[in-house]
């Protein structure tokens, strides 16, 4: 079985803060991702990453940046947390194949920002 | 642009088979048709994926028309725990985009 985990289900960050969100996985997959849910507006990719060291920005990573210093871990940063960083955050991981991926997600991560 | 369309809500007795159903009448003949679920405040659950054929998994079967205009995702024994939204995506490479997707209930 895929396992992704995330460090926190739950975190409350004041405004300001400097916020790490890790992501490990157990399966040897290329390929992690980092998503944020939002009542209305779905899944929102923020960045991913092919490989080790590699990051791809995604369609909103204004405010966040990411590290991948190991194969199995994917951290997302929120450098200074805003109110409207609060959110339900999401991991994914998937093998490179061709055509297509299967992502396998993480539990979430509900951030509050006050 | 939703490339797919489900009905918002359906329920389904505890026991019986579930039948949702996803029109993606748009589907380009690369993009494959992907089930997952989501339990209030879980992160997305991966169910089965299909190009063409039906496919079956020890979760579900997918069963894709041969125009491909259209599925349909069996849970063939629902439980209570299958309550959940069920989201049909139609993609390509990591593209990954989910809709309003199906509140499905199973009641007792």
């Known amino acids: 079985d895929v396992k992704v985990t995330q460090s926190s289900r739950y975190l409350v960050k004041r405004t300001g803060e400097k916020v790490f969100l890790e992501c490990v996985q157990d399966m040897d997959h290329e390929n992690m991702f980092w998503y944020r849910q939002d009542p209305g507006l779905g899944l929102r990719l923020i960045y991913f990453s092919y490989d080790v060291k590699m990051k791809e920005k995604g369609d909103i990573p204004e405010g966040y940046s990411v590290s991948r210093e190991k194969k199995e871990r994917f951290s997302l940063i929120l450098e200074s947390a805003s109110t409207n960083q609060t959110s339900m955050y999401l991991c994914?991981?998937?093998?490179?194949?061709?055509?297509?991926?299967?992502?396998?997600f993480g539990p979430g991560t509900r951030l509050t920002v006050l | 642009d939703a490339k797919t369309t489900q009905p918002p809500s359906m329920d389904c007795a505890e026991g019986r088979a579930a039948n949702l159903p996803c029109n993606h009448s748009t589907i380009s003949g690369n993009e494959y048709v992907y089930w997952y679920r989501q339990i209030h405040s879980q992160g997305p659950q991966y169910i089965i994926h299909g190009l063409k054929n039906n496919e079956t998994n020890e979760m579900a079967s997918l069963i894709i028309t041969e125009d491909r205009k259209s599925s349909t995702l069996i849970l063939p024994h629902a439980t209570l725990r299958d309550t959940a939204v069920y989201y049909c995506?139609?993609?390509?490479?990591?593209?990954?985009?989910f809709g309003a997707g199906t509140r499905l209930t199973v009641k007792p």
């Open positions: 994914a991981s998937s093998f490179e194949v061709v055509g297509t991926d299967t992502q396998y």
């Open positions: 995506i139609v993609r390509v490479g990591t593209d990954m985009r």
